[in-house]
């Protein structure tokens, strides 16, 4: 079946700093790709998506790339600030049809000033 | 954009008792509602998924007689745990099918059984 695996947390990084965070998949057929976002109270949110191979869905300067080769979506961002903290999930949509969406196990950013 | 809100954000109950949480969509209607669960440093993992008007759908593994959920109306899903023991605490979301701008999700239900 589909999953994703992505990078453990937590991860805390200082103010202006690169992040990455990786993730890759298993799926059958062409999945799309989302990055959600869970600030700390609220619920989940949609931060970017991408829908094909090459394709980069980019958002509030995080962006990830849809690597086919490597079955892989990592998200960068090349200066987080303390609004960035939160968890952040990797997920896929296998595109069958069922809107059942497969997640990983979150990974939390602390930003410090 | 579509709004889920999801009731109660946490709550903590005795062994033995029951708990409802409830997801209404705000400003559309929903007639699927996915539930998920997650347990701690795992992942998030659909449980079910409930429709308006007919039976829940539950995923391989899931007691549909521990978790009862009902899909009311066009804009309301409830899962209720019965008879909840300290293994059920987990944290609980909702989430409606995507519409043009993706998946909404609710805020989440953190469930501690004592």
């Known amino acids: 079946g589909d999953s994703v695996t992505q990078m453990e947390g ?14 890759t998949y298993t799926a059958t057929g062409y999945p799309s790709l989302f ?16 829908t094909k191979a090459d394709d980069k869905g980019s958002n509030k300067g995080f962006e990830a790339t849809y690597r086919k080769e490597t079955t892989s979506f990592h998200l960068e961002k090349g200066s987080v600030q303390v609004s960035d903290s939160a968890v952040y999930f990797c997920a896929l949509d296998s595109g069958a049809g069922s809107y059942q969406l497969t997640f990983g196990k979150g990974t939390k950013l602390s930003v410090i000033p | ?10 709550v903590i109950c005795k062994s ?31 449980m079910a ?7 829940a759908t539950y995923e ?13 109306s066009l804009t309301l899903s409830t899962l209720t745990v019965t008879s909840a023991h300290p293994e059920d605490s987990s944290f609980y979301i909702c989430s409606a099918p995507p519409l043009g701008y993706g998946y909404t999700f609710g805020s989440g239900t953190r469930l501690t059984v004592v």
Request: charged residues 20%; glycine residues 6%; aromatic residues 12%.
């Open chain 1, 35 to 50: 990055w959600y976002v869970q600030y700390p109270g609220e619920g989940l949110q949609l931060l970017l998506k991408a």
């Open chain 2, 49 to 55: 998924t409930s429709n308006e008007g007919s039976k």
């Open chain 2, 16 to 46: 033995g008792t029951s708990v409802k949480i409830e997801c209404r969509s705000l400003d559309f209607q929903a007639t699927t509602m996915f539930w998920y669960r997650q347990f701690p440093k795992q992942s998030l993992m659909l």
């Open chain 2, 1 to 10: 954009g579509a709004v889920v809100s999801q009731h109660p954000s946490w």
């Open chain 2, 60 to 72: 391989q593994g899931v007691e549909k007689d521990k978790f009862l959920i009902n899909h009311a």
């Open chain 1, 10 to 23: 937590p991860v805390t990084l200082s103010e202006e700093a690169f992040l990455t965070i990786n993730c």
